[in-house]
């Protein structure tokens, strides 16, 4: 069992930035691919990002390109979701997922272990 924890969620006016991490206790997360997803309320969970465990490579829904970069961080202990120029309907509960396939994928059936979730908030 992967026990993941989300950190660094909060409260962000328009325009402003964002870093969330996402660590296992007491290993890497070198050999996961690493998803993060939100909700909204009243809203269905959607994939945001995600970092394959194969190469480290990334994908992107299409309502964060250009805006938010995904990365393997600190040794591979931690993944973090860099997020920039922030909008309202950025707004949902933040949560990271693991898998142990080499490819990532943004749909949320990819994925076993699942972090609490961290809140961001963008509000003026």
């Known amino acids: 069992q992967v026990q993941l924890v989300e950190s660094g969620g909060g409260l962000v006016q328009p325009g402003g930035s964002l870093r969330l991490s996402c660590a296992a206790s007491?290993?890497?997360?070198?050999?996961?691919?690493i998803g993060w997803f939100r909700q909204a309320p009243g809203k269905v969970r959607e994939g945001v990002s995600c970092v394959s465990a194969k190469d480290s490579t990334t994908n992107y829904s299409d309502f964060v390109k250009g805006r938010f970069t995904v990365f393997r961080d600190n040794g591979d202990k931690t993944v973090t979701l860099q997020m920039n120029n922030l909008r309202p309907e950025d707004t949902g509960v933040y949560f990271c997922?693991?898998?142990?396939?080499?490819?990532?994928?943004?749909?949320?059936?990819?994925?076993?272990?699942w972090g609490q979730g961290t809140q961001v908030t963008v509000s003026s």
């Open positions: 997922a693991s898998a142990t396939r080499r490819q990532c994928d943004l749909a949320d059936s990819a994925y076993m272990f």
């Open positions: 007491g290993r890497t997360l070198d050999y996961y691919s």
